[in-house]
Nanobody, 117 residues
Framework: QVHMVESGGGLVQAGGSLRLSCAAS????????MGWYRQAPGKQRERVAT???????NYADFVKGRFSISTDFAKNTVDLQMNRLEPEDTAVYYC???????????WGQGTQVTVSS
């Protein structure tokens, strides 16, 4: 059984940085895609950044130039470096992994990111 475990969330002031990490266990195969989503209170979950194995990162417009996704598909890990954080970035962040795009098959439990103004 595959488990996705995130770490690195927390409280930061606006303009600060955080790095989220996620590791998948239980899979002997490399995923075809990995990524990060987020869900703020009262809002739907939204895509933050995704990357297909062998491809280039794809970012949501609201994080372009501020966030950077990196992966190691051999280890099934994915990180998200978040810079110049804004209060609007406050949300629970989830890592996700896919064997069969466009669906993401596995999700982490979520890690809270809170940005104070």
């Amino acid at each position: 059984q595959v488990h996705m475990v995130e770490s690195g969330g927390g409280l930061v002031q606006a303009g600060g940085s955080l790095r989220l990490s996620c590791a998948a266990s239980g899979s002997i195969f490399s995923f075809n895609a990995m990524g990060w989503y987020r869900q703020a209170p009262g809002k739907q979950r939204e895509r933050v950044a995704t990357i297909i194995r062998g491809g280039i990162p794809n970012y949501a417009d609201f994080v372009k130039g501020r966030f950077s996704i990196s992966t190691d598909f051999a280890k099934n890990t994915v990180d998200l470096q978040m810079n110049r954080l804004e209060p609007e970035d406050t949300a629970v962040y989830y890592c996700a992994a896919s064997w069969n795009l466009p669906n993401f098959d596995y999700w982490g439990q979520g890690t809270q990111v809170t940005v104070s103004s």
